[in-house]
């Protein structure tokens, strides 16, 4: 009876031992939940990338949509050596508005601003963008600057309208330092163009198009006379000089006559003028005539570069 009871022990020990796993079946096991660790690891990472960029991406979006009006005030002061400042900027860099502000450059004292405020609008237009201005003091509707950034270049069409872009009183030229605040010019200085574009490439810049400043009714505390008379200065494209810009001022009616010839490239500017009075204003225009250039008998001659 003992041996019969204990047969059946044995066939449960028999029956619920662990038989040993075949190799191949655990490598298998262990291949495929380590590919699938590996594929979680790099889903993990992979979205962790894409959610870096993503914020990257994001902040610079925002960074430009909001881009403070500094921004352009900054710019236009690198641009012009400090002569030309944006002041009071407000806004935003697409949407701004400032204080136009004429110097002397870095250290001069000497300043000058415009009444108002200049607005402007900055747009995307094509591969470039589109910077509309507006100043009710001294603008004619809106006039708009397109800029063209190329790989090393830069294009700055100044778009033409009909008759004149902007109108500047004479006097704001004084906040420039010497010799225009010793002149205390009175007047109006009007901008007027068909149409003017500006290349730069690499430090080069050439010119195409034409322009034409004029210096309406024109007077000086240096001279006793209440009236100068009215200048033209020309500027276009100089064919015998590509990539240079032409310059020619003449008179259009005045006691004081000037006159002149020059060219404007990367080199800088260089002209040759002069000036002169009529025999009978001569002892009111003397003064004035020391000032512009050097004397030479009852002339004054101009030389810049």
Known sequence: MARSFNQPSRWRTSLFRRRPADPASRATEW???????????????????????GAVVGTLVAVVAFAPAAWLAAAVERGSAGHVLLADARGSL??????????????????????????????????????????????????????KPGFGSLSTTLQ????????????????????WNTLQLGGALRLSSPGLTLHTVQGRWRVEGQAALEVLNAASRVS?????????????????????????????????QLSGQGTLGASGLRFRGEARAAEADEPALTNLLNIIGRRDGARSVIAIG
Request: glycine share 16%; hydrophobic share 40%; charged share 15%.
């Open 31 to 53: 291949g495929e939940s380590t590919y699938e660790g590996l594929r979680w690891q790099r889903a993990r990472s992979a979205g962790r990338r894409w959610a870096i960029w």
């Open 94 to 147: 697409w949407n701004g508005s400032a204080v136009a502000v004429l110097t002397g450059g870095l250290g001069s004292r000497d300043a000058r601003s415009l009444p108002g405020r200049l607005q402007w609008t900055l747009r995307p237009a094509g591969l470039g963008l589109a910077l509309k201005l507006r100043h009710d003091c001294c603008l004619n509707g809106e006039p708009t600057l397109v800029l």
């Open 160 to 179: 033409g309208s009909p008759g004149w872009i902007g109108q500047w009183p004479a006097e704001w030229l004084s906040g420039l330092g010497t010799p």
């Open 224 to 256: 006793t006379l209440e009236r100068l008379g009215s200048y033209r200065l020309q500027l276009g494209s100089d064919p015998a000089n590509a990539g240079a810009a032409q310059l020619n001022l003449s008179t259009s009616e005045g006691a004081l």
